[in-house]
């Protein structure tokens, strides 16, 4: 078994090969390292390709012996998505439709895909289902939707399986620190935090008008551990389980941004000194997933499902990446 893994120099990428290295699972990584690092695949097997070009995928590819895909690859900063509209379109459902393309051709019948919590816009209820009405507010969120979407009509019209894994927030790193999440800009945060106090730099919170319990707004943060033994469970899962299926990836616990900011002093030691900012548009007051789905049919567990373990995971990394 060889899984191909799309954004594997990522940040949840590389932790899912990590998961797998622990296993001694074969893989090969592709990416463009157009947000994702070299050092993160270093001494592994990767390709340099960009999954905007079918012929790169195919030629770069077709001797390798692929049983299933794990796509991360894509762009994910919400407002740049609004500014490049475009961009993002290619990037994330093009390239999307590039790989399922491939996939077709070479008979590969198991595909995972990286979908996102943003699909379900400003929730109705929470826990949000996975049966919650989709309404994205985004342009990230549509793209999402969209390849959902075009898995979901060639799973019926193919011999392909699909698992679509909605993630709801990604955070924390593995204990080895030399992988976690490293982003220029930073958009998330737990890093921001984290950075503001080990690089001095100025950190701002998006506002404190929501309308939750302190006026932050609240999120469901899970390890990105514990989203990397999901995918697995997911493969495992389409052994026994043919055709299109979407799943919730949280933790079903939410926090605020001040309980998140009170976490950190706590672990590091110190005062966090914040200022601010501005709310950004249509950014919902609680996203909290309904994980029991989750649970109950992947077989799926959490094993570091505190914000305590989240966090110091995260210093972890940081302190080393200094
Ligand atoms: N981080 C989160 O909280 C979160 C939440 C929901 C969904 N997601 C989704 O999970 C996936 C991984 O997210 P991440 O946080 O690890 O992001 P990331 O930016 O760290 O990783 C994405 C990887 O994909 C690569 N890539 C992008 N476009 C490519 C292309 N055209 N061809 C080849 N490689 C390409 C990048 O270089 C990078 O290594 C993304 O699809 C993202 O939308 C992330």
């Known amino acids: 078994m060889t899984i191909l893994v799309t954004g594997g120099a990522g940040y949840i990428g590389s932790h899912f090969v990590r998961h797998l290295e622990r296993r001694k699972i074969e893989y090969v990584i592709v990416d463009n390292f157009s947000t994702g690092h070299k050092k993160f695949v270093k001494n592994k097997k990767f390709f340099e390709l960009d999954l905007k070009d079918p012929e790169e995928i195919r030629v770069n590819l077709q001797d390798q012996e692929i049983t299933s895909i794990v796509h991360f690859a894509g762009l994910s900063i ?3 998505s609004q500014k490049k509209e475009k961009e993002y379109y290619e ?3 093009l390239a999307s439709m590039n790989l399922a393309k491939f996939a077709l051709e070479k008979k590969i019948r198991k595909f995972i895909f990286s979908s996102s919590a943003a699909v379900y816009g400003i929730p109705e209820e929470v826990p949000i289902k996975e049966n919650h009405p989709t309404k994205p507010i985004n342009n990230y969120g549509k793209n999402k939707l969209e390849i959902e979407n075009i898995l979901k009509k060639l799973s019926m019209e193919y011999p392909l399986d699909v698992v ?3 993630y709801f927030n990604a955070a924390g790193a593995d204990e080895d620190g030399d992988i976690g999440e490293e982003r220029n800009p930073e958009t998330h945060l737990i890093p921001n935090i ?3 106090v080990l690089q001095s730099n100025e950190f701002f919170i998006h506002g404190d008008t929501y309308d939750t319990k302190d006026g932050t707004c609240i999120r469901d943060y899970i390890h ?3 989203l990397a033994s999901a995918h697995l469970s997911s493969l495992k899962f389409l ?3 043919k055709g299109f299926h979407i799943f ?3 933790s079903e616990q939410g926090f605020s941004v001040m309980e998140v900011i009170d976490e950190c002093q706590k672990l590091m030691k110190t005062a966090i000194k914040f200022k601010i900012g501005s709310k950004r548009d249509g950014d919902p007051n609680i996203l909290v ?3 029991k789905k989750s649970i109950s049919k992947l077989g799926w567990k959490l094993e570091n499902n505190s914000l305590k373990s989240i966090i110091s995971s995260a210093i972890n990394f940081h302190k080393n990446a200094l």
């Open 289 to 291: 997933a309904d994980n």
């Open 91 to 93: 990037n994330n459902v």
């Open 78 to 80: 919400v407002s740049d």
């Open 239 to 241: 052994d026994s389980n």
């Open 194 to 196: 984290i950075k503001s």
């Open 224 to 226: 990105v551990n514990d």
């Open 248 to 250: 919730n990836l949280g």
């Open 164 to 166: 679509c894994l909605r």
